[in-house]
């Protein structure tokens, strides 16, 4: 997606604001941007993209030529990372897990259809509604890759039911649901050696971080790791 630009004298305006499970959501347009607002904290926007995009790679690079891995991605945002994985021949299945019933219904009728409609058209592609931290605890389903991008990162997170998500419990949860040699990468916008140290006594293994750096700001990271066993 061309990274776009807007004057920061223009007035946001909302285009949808839910009341959901966990609180508003908002969507509004700040010139040319796209924004998602969550409970007031900005969560993203349209303007880049490219550690969304990042973290896609970088899982599949790590999967060092897996034929057909089905990859979940842990939230669905305004579809950089979706977009970017149905672009790539690669992964055989993609399955979206989003809690807000209005992020999906902004990709599937509204105004980020525009950025999507191709990616959720894809046979490959599967939206399941539900929370991450509870499907990773419950699916009976296994995924070669865990991209996950539901908080600002482990450090940073948008309520406070997704801390359990980078604690020993719930890496444990991701390994579960993560065949063997699996890739676990989630998104960050700072890096969190907390984070790393977890993930190695949680087993993981080959863990690194990986910097992206962005249009404006510190770099996004990467945090990656190959699941045990």
């Known amino acids: 997606m061309p990274i776009t630009s807007y004057d920061s004298s223009d007035t946001p305006e909302v285009l949808d604001r839910r009341e959901g499970p966990y609180g508003e959501v908002v969507l509004r347009r700040h010139g040319a941007l796209l924004q998602i607002i969550a409970n007031g904290c ?3 926007d349209t303007s880049d993209g490219r550690s969304e995009r990042r973290l896609v790679d970088a899982a599949a690079e790590a999967l060092d030529g897996r034929a057909a891995p089905h990859v979940l991605i842990g939230g669905l945002g305004v579809g950089f990372s979706l977009v970017h994985a149905a672009a790539d021949p690669r992964w055989g299945r993609i399955t979206v897990v ?8 902004w990709h599937r009728a509204g105004p980020l259809a525009e950025l999507s409609a191709g990616a959720l058209a894809d046979p490959r592609t599967e939206i399941v509604e539900a929370d991450l ?3 990773v605890n419950e699916t009976s389903a296994t995924y070669d890759a865990l991209c996950l991008d539901i908080d600002n990162g482990p450090d940073w997170t948008v309520t ?3 801390d359990g998500l980078y604690s020993p419990a719930g890496l444990a949860g991701c390994a579960r649901v993560l065949r063997p040699g699996g890739v676990l990468a989630v998104w960050s916008a700072q890096p969190s050696p907390e984070f790393e140290e977890t993930l190695r006594n949680a087993g993981f293994q080959q863990v690194r971080t990986e910097e992206i750096p962005v249009a404006r700001g510190v ?3 990467v945090h990656l790791g190959v699941g045990p066993g």
């Open 42 to 44: 900005f969560l993203m």
């Open 98 to 105: 989003e809690r807000e019933r209005a992020v999906i219904d």
């Open 133 to 135: 931290v509870e499907h």
């Open 160 to 162: 406070e039911g997704n």
């Open 219 to 221: 770099p996004d990271v």
